[in-house]
């Protein structure tokens, strides 16, 4: 690994215990519609700071916003989302790059985060796309962070296509691969429905990988799926609504620190950071 990608890294991965909690926030890039949850995104950094994040995935315009708020405190990595999801008509699942990894080293993040919907549609678009954005982070000393999802994850499945339960883990596994052999540093993926199923998507590849927070679920669900995830070698979790729609989110934030870090169970996490707060917002 590069110098610059060292350096970086310390942002987003902890360096002593070698885990992360990522605060996905830029689903505006990603989801046909403007999700709840995803206003006041001033509060809702703040809160992930409180919480314990280690990093916020924003995109570009977000990061002109809010670089005097991030920049009030060293403890919060800035992840650049570089990708969109064209969602509306012609062909499904059209990602384009919207910034560069140049412009992004110019900005002064940590790290640059795509969404990457390997699909018949789009597969060989995508495949350069990846490989375009992996030569460059190599080049400028920016860690990679590949969203390698099924490519409805971030909205609901469109004729009645159910990817998760046709496709599997099969198909986690190719895309996890596909996307550290393209050159990314960290991998992000789907829970597939088990442990030793996750476990095969981690042991696919040899770069970190994170599990998905996917949709809203009851708080002690999501700290269950995020332990077994770590404890099949995940280095932590990305997790986005399940914090941003959540009605305390420096709360949940926190319960999803101590389990990734792991000195509090599931239970524990709950019990300490959520019990005066609702389940599900």
Known sequence: MS???TLRMRRIIEPDTQSTVMFAFSH???????????????????????????????????????????AASRDLGIVAKITSTASRGGERHQERQIASVEHCAELGVDG??????????????VISLTADIGEACARFGMPFIAEAEFPNAYYAAENDVDYAKEWGVSYL???????AELG?????????????????IVESVSVPVVVAGGSRESDLDLLTRVAAARS?????????????QHDDPAAVTAALSDVVR?????????EAHLSQTSSIA
């Not at 006041?40 to 995935?57: N, Q, S, T």
């Not at 640059?112 to 678009?125: G, S």
């Not at 596994?173 to 996307?179: D, E, F, G, T, V």
């Not at 099949?232 to 941003?244: D, L, Q, W």
């Open 112 to 125: 640059v985060v795509a969404m990457i919907p390997f699909a018949p549609e789009n597969e060989a678009d």
């Open 184 to 200: 990314a540093d960290i991998v992000k993926s789907n829970w597939p429905g088990s442990a030793e199923q996750f476990a095969e």
């Open 3 to 5: 110098t610059g990608k």
């Open 232 to 244: 099949v070698g995940a280095v932590g979790c990305s997790v986005g609504r399940n914090i941003f």
């Open 173 to 179: 596994k190719r895309s996890a691969r596909l996307c």
């Open 28 to 70: 505006g890039t990603s989801t046909p519609e403007v999700l709840s949850g995803i206003e006041d995104p001033e509060f809702k950094l703040e809160a992930a700071r409180k919480g314990g994040a280690d990093c916020i995935f924003i995109a570009p315009g977000l990061i002109h916003t809010l670089a005097p708020v991030a």
């Open 262 to 270: 792991g000195t509090r169970s599931p239970e524990e996490s709950v």
